[in-house]
């Protein structure tokens, strides 16, 4: 028979033994958690490419991440987004090449007006040694970039059509607060002004500036249609952006951690691609049934030649003009 003593023993030893193996009896780790940032509401692509990637991540490491998505700029604008990337209080979002022009000038090289011809001309240049190059600048930057995105081509929209460069000589502006951009609408003789996207609809509302470029799909989704209905499809720049998480995230994963996340991040960003496709179908259905319209450039050839005549002021930042050229006829 075992006595008070031998049973006080007995579970001594016991509770000595779980504590000397907790690799075996103690539970899994909690799972480590991923703050997500995005501008948009839980219905938009920038948001919905997360839910893509927190799927796939569970799929092949199941319970080892939770990712929490905050929609609506909930933690700050694009800026304030980048920075908490920078500084690890962020752990992942979707950021445009233009807000990055900041901490690494070479991203400007996307921005460029009239480089890119379509979106297969773009997602060629990424797949390539340009991708590869600005993934390694990004890194030093405190950024990983799994992988890349492409919001659509920009165009301007107006309470007019401005269908040829004269049209948008003396125009103010709203601008992305970028260098290159003010840079571009100054080439037309316009007069760029820097404003945050959600001050942008009472802006041209009230007359602070006169239009803006942004894509159609954003168009729609800031219903800016109401007070400016008309678009001109310049196609001037090819908007990308990139799939960032923050670089104390990415350097604290393990090898297979890395890999999994990296291959989440590359299927949402095929998948967010989907998604825009049908999110521009949505934008012109929306805008047309409001009373906007989408009218052509008259003479497309002369504000390309005028967008255009801005890029040797960027060379010396994204590469030189050997590479902006080479870039161009990839």
């Known amino acids: 028979m075992i006595n008070r003593r031998q049973a006080f023993g007995a579970i001594a030893a016991a509770t000595i033994g779980l504590l000397a193996a907790p690799a075996v009896v103690r539970r899994a780790r909690a799972a480590e958690r991923i703050t997500v940032a995005s501008l948009l509401g839980p219905d938009k692509p920038e948001t919905r ?32 987004v980048a920075e908490g990337l920078r500084l690890g209080s962020i752990q992942a979002s979707l950021l445009t090449v233009s807000s990055l022009s900041a901490w690494a000038p070479e991203t ?30 990004l890194a030093a930057e405190r950024f990983a970039v799994p992988a890349f995105v492409d919001y659509g081509p920009r165009n301007l929209i107006a309470k007019v ?35 945050p996207i959600p001050e942008t609809y009472n802006a041209l509302q009230n007359g602070v500036v006169d239009g803006m470029d942004l894509t159609r799909p954003a168009y729609a989704s800031l219903k800016l249609y109401e007070v400016v209905p008309v678009m001109t499809q310049t196609h001037h720049i090819r908007a990308a952006g990139v799939v960032a998480f923050a670089g104390a995230f990415w350097e604290g994963l393990d090898d297979t951690a890395r890999d999994v996340v990296s291959q989440a991040a590359a299927a949402g960003a095929e998948a967010f691609r989907a998604m825009m496709e049908e999110e521009d179908a949505k934008a012109r259905i929306a805008i ?26 960027f060379a010396d930042r994204v590469g030189g003009m050997d590479r902006i050229e080479r870039t161009a006829s990839a």
């Open 49 to 80: 490419i997360w839910q893509v990637v927190a799927d796939a991540v569970e799929a092949r490491l199941p319970g080892a991440f939770a990712f929490r998505i905050v929609p609506n700029a909930g933690l700050g604008g694009e800026r304030d």
């Open 108 to 137: 400007q090289l996307l921005d460029l007006p009239f480089l890119f011809r379509d979106a297969a001309h773009l997602a060629r240049v990424l797949e390539g040694q340009v991708g590869s190059e600005l993934r390694t600048r």
């Open 161 to 195: 059509p401005l269908t040829t460069p004269e049209a948008v000589a003396g125009l103010r502006l709203r601008v992305i607060q970028s260098p290159l951009h003010a840079a571009l609408w100054q080439a037309f003789k316009a007069h760029p002004t820097a404003i």
């Open 288 to 313: 047309e049934a409001a009373g906007g319209s989408s009218v052509l450039p008259t003479d497309r050839s002369a504000f390309e030649r005028i967008g255009r005549s801005i890029w040797p002021a």
